[in-house]
């Protein structure tokens, strides 16, 4: 569309260019839940429950190096057995449907970000538009690192650990599947936005309300906060599984100094 054409577009012209954007939006997002829905029982033996059984790879890998170094505490070695259970009579359908909707989401995530650009791209610059795509790559990568990070480090490590939790040897240990699919997901989400920090730092920077004097000034008072939320994330307690979970958060911190304005 030329620029005479799009300067000429009314309120509703641009109105109804949102709509059928949202429409290729939400189409695609309901093919995609479908595909998942269709294979949701494949996913969740092979994958959303694979951290509950010991033949999960991180297990295997902590077993055999800790064979060699014992370093690692006692939760995380051993066999280890998580017995889901469903308490709800709906519970089950509706995870299916939600869990597809979710997956859906996050697999479908760089579509509808590129959708949304391509709505509010012509009232760009061409810099602010070459801009906007680095940022649209990186801030995938980004994201879609720290969804797996939190899939195969930080969720199977809080797993071992809450679900072999004994307040007493009266109460037997069973998970609920909606418990369990709520840390699954939580903890999977929170990391893929947290792994977001350089990305912002970087719009920040670019907006100059963020400099990496404040990076400086603030890194000591920043590695107490990474360290508390660390915590607040793995609440096991234990130095190796909270510096599993600090060691990438302030690695991002140190990252996100350095892609900032001096």
């Given at each position: 569309?030329?620029?005479?054409a799009?300067?000429?577009?009314?309120?509703?012209?641009?109105?109804?260019?949102?709509?059928?954007?949202?429409?290729?939006?939400?189409?695609?997002?309901?093919?995609?839940?479908?595909?998942?829905?269709?294979?949701?029982?494949?996913?969740?033996?092979?994958?959303?429950?694979?951290?509950?059984?010991?033949?999960?790879?991180?297990?295997?890998?902590?077993?055999?190096?800790?064979?060699?170094?014992p370093?690692?505490?006692?939760?995380?070695?051993?066999?280890?057995?998580v017995?889901?259970?469903?308490?709800?009579?709906?519970?089950?359908?509706?995870?299916?449907?939600?869990?597809?909707?979710?997956?859906?989401?996050?697999?479908?995530?760089?579509?509808?970000?590129?959708?949304?650009?391509?709505?509010?791209?012509?009232?760009?610059?061409?810099?602010?538009?070459?801009?906007?795509?680095?940022?649209?790559?990186?801030?995938?990568?980004?994201?879609?690192?720290?969804?797996?990070?939190?899939?195969?480090?930080?969720?199977?490590?809080?797993?071992?650990?809450?679900?072999?939790?004994?307040?007493?040897?009266?109460?037997?240990?069973?998970?609920?599947?909606?418990?369990?699919?709520?840390?699954?997901?939580?903890?999977?989400?929170?990391?893929?936005?947290?792994?977001?920090?350089?990305?912002?730092?970087?719009?920040?920077?670019?907006?100059?309300?963020?400099?990496?004097?404040?990076?400086?000034?603030?890194?000591?008072?920043?590695?107490i906060?990474?360290?508390?939320?660390?915590?607040?994330?793995?609440?096991?307690?234990?130095?190796?599984?909270?510096?599993?979970?600090?060691?990438?958060?302030y690695?991002?911190?140190?990252?996100?100094?350095?892609?900032?304005?001096?």
């Amino acid at each position: 569309m030329s620029e005479i054409a799009e300067s000429e577009m009314t309120f509703w012209d641009h109105l109804d260019d949102l709509r059928k954007i949202l429409f290729r939006i939400a189409a695609f997002i309901a093919i995609l839940a479908l595909g998942f829905f269709s294979y949701m029982k494949e996913i969740f033996d092979n994958v959303i429950l694979a951290p509950s059984r010991d033949n999960f790879f991180l297990y295997e890998w902590m077993n055999r190096l800790s064979a060699k170094y014992p370093i690692f505490p006692d939760f995380c070695i051993g066999k280890f057995q998580v017995k889901i259970i469903n308490i709800n009579l709906s519970s089950q359908f509706f995870i299916h449907m939600s869990t597809s909707l979710w997956l859906a989401l996050v697999a479908g995530f760089p579509f509808i970000i590129y959708q949304l650009f391509v709505f509010v791209k012509p009232a760009l610059y061409s810099h602010e538009r070459r801009n906007t795509g680095v940022a649209f790559f990186f801030g995938n990568i980004l994201f879609y690192m720290g969804v797996t990070v939190g899939y195969l480090m930080v969720f199977p490590l809080t797993l071992r650990f809450l679900a072999g939790y004994n307040l007493s040897s009266y109460i037997e240990n069973s998970v609920s599947l909606d418990s369990y699919m709520d840390s699954f997901l939580m903890l999977c989400f929170i990391m893929g936005l947290v792994f977001e920090l350089p990305l912002l730092s970087m719009i920040l920077s670019k907006l100059g309300i963020l400099k990496r004097a404040f990076f400086t000034k603030f890194r000591k008072h920043a590695v107490i906060i990474l360290l508390i939320l660390s915590a607040v994330i793995t609440p096991s307690g234990d130095p190796f599984t909270l510096m599993v979970v600090f060691l990438p958060i302030y690695m991002l911190w140190e990252i996100s100094a350095l892609v900032v304005k001096k």
